[in-house]
């Protein structure tokens, strides 16, 4: 039986006073749930804020990107020690707004990925098809394809320490999220792209759900066999959505 994974991905929100209010709000119902990881995922400004107020709590956090360097002339960067330093356990790699608008690649995605394991820290690996892939058939493609350099050049044993969000593009920040069978379906296709390399980590390895998840909505996407916990945007950012989303997950 997986364990469940309830993960808030801030993106680019948040202030001192809000930070300390939303931890604040979140941790009665982190603290109370035996069936599921919380985890925040934070812009890098608030990670020594959050890993203060976080120590020796049950909510994990993380960062949401990470650079492909240790150290050196890379203005503007952080680098996985750096983000390990500060008590990370997790790091977003390869969200589709970083695809979209910082040009990552199915490559540099891996790159950072097996950067990240090198450093002890848990990639957290999205992936999902845009609203043309998905009307054009080509969604099972696209996932085998973004796959495709863990799978195939990392290795699949990789995945047993690592953890997988399957994000469809048109459903994230839109209100409209996946149904239940259209996760489901994708889900079951990425364990199986995996199983085909080993059945053991296939059956394993965590793949969260990403995409307008509420609430209302996680009751049912997290009762289906291959979804195993959500990565949370908006309503990773109000504390009553968070707290259904992880009761959800009991
Ligand atoms: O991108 C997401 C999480 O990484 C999902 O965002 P929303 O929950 O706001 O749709």
């Not at 985890?39 to 909510?59: E, G, M, N, Y």
């Not at 969604?139 to 495709?148: C, E, G, P």
């Not at 990403?210 to 996680?218: E, I, L, R, T």
């Amino acid at each position: 039986m997986r364990r469940k994974i309830v993960m808030g991905n801030w993106k680019l929100n948040g202030t001192k006073e809000s930070v300390e209010a939303l931890l604040t709000g979140i941790l009665p119902a982190a603290q109370a749930t035996t069936t599921a990881d919380v985890a925040v995922c934070a812009p890098d400004i608030f990670i020594d804020q959050v890993s203060r107020k976080l120590a020796d709590t049950p909510i994990a956090w993380g960062a949401e990107n990470n650079d492909v360097h240790t150290s050196g002339a890379y203005t503007g960067e952080t680098s996985p020690t750096m983000l390990k330093e500060f008590g990370c356990t997790y790091v977003l790699v390869g969200h589709s707004e970083r695809r979209q608008y910082h040009g990552e690649s199915d490559a540099s995605c891996a790159h950072k990925y097996a950067l990240l394991q090198e450093h002890g820290l848990i990639p957290v690996l999205c992936i999902g098809e845009t609203l043309e892939e998905r009307e054009s058939d080509r969604t099972n493609d696209v996932i085998r394809k973004q796959l495709a350099p863990v799978l195939n050049d990392l290795g699949v044993e990789t995945l047993k320490n690592a953890v997988i969000a399957y994000e469809p593009v048109w459903a994230i920040g839109t209100g409209k999220a996946a149904t239940k069978e259209m996760a489901q379906e994708v889900h079951a296709f990425i364990r199986q792209l995996i199983a085909e390399k080993s059945a053991e980590v296939a059956q394993g390895v965590q793949v969260l759900y990403g995409g307008s998840v509420k609430g209302a909505n996680a009751v049912e996407l997290f009762a289906q066999e291959d979804i195993d916990g959500a990565l949370v945007g908006g309503a990773a950012l109000i504390v009553e959505e968070f707290d259904a989303i992880i009761k959800a997950a009991g």
